[in-house]
């Protein structure tokens, strides 16, 4: 499903990273572990194709990355990668569930309300649907930011810190949700956390 080889990458003022392979198979799920610094973000760029690296290659379901334009990169991740980022971001002006609903519509793919409200319940921001992001926590956003990525049941699940400002009985509550996604529809995840709650229930992990 993922598959990575002697990535590497640099920016101006820092030292070249060089990167573990890292290979995902359908249903699986892995870790990405590292201290500050040490470039977890960047290989989660570089693998969702957000980055190009100056060396190695990427391939997700048998796509070499480096093969595609911009625009097909940019298609190929609404359609099949679900991207969670440290800094959840909205449009303002739309209330959350009108923010997934475009996200859907955007990806190509039709709005399956009943999905949208499974994922709102599952994480348990049904009463927020109505609201918009400024009127959310910066947890309640995060959570919606998770429901946004699962939209269209990917092949490829690549979250960085995805439980970061949650309290336990909702990082548990993603964990549950994440981990189901990978069960039921074969998805692939990788996870960038420093979150022990998560690296209990997910034993394959890879280190910077």
């Not at 190695?56 to 097909?72: A, N, P, Q, Y």
């Not at 909205?90 to 793919?109: D, M, T, V, W």
């Not at 949650?166 to 549950?176: F, M, P």
Request: aromatic fraction near 8%; glycine fraction near 6%.
């Amino acid at each position: 499903m993922l598959q990575s080889s002697e990535l590497k990458y640099s920016y101006p003022t820092t030292e070249t990273f060089s990167f573990p392979d890292i290979g995902i198979n359908k249903g699986e799920a892995a870790l990405l572990l590292g201290p500050s610094g040490s470039g977890k973000s960047t290989l989660l760029h570089l693998l969702a194709g957000l980055l190009s690296a100056q060396s190695g290659s990427v391939s997700i379901m048998g796509t070499d990355l480096k093969r595609m334009g911009e625009r097909e990169k940019e298609k190929f991740r609404a359609q099949h990668i679900g991207l969670v980022f440290q800094r959840p971001f909205f449009l303002p002006y739309l209330n959350l569930e009108e923010n997934l609903q475009l996200s859907a519509r955007y990806q190509g793919s039709k709005v399956d309300q009943d999905w949208i409200n499974h994922l709102f319940e599952q994480l348990q921001i049904s009463h927020l649907k109505f609201k918009k992001p400024a009127d959310c926590s910066l947890g309640e956003q995060q959570r919606a930011s998770i429901a946004r990525s699962l939209l269209q049941k990917p092949a490829l699940i690549l979250a960085d810190e995805p439980s970061s400002a949650l309290d336990d009985h909702n990082a548990s509550k993603v964990g549950e949700l994440l981990l189901s996604v990978v069960e039921n529809f074969e998805s692939a995840l990788l996870v960038v956390t420093h979150d022990q709650r998560l690296k209990d229930r997910i034993p394959k992990s890879y280190s910077l």
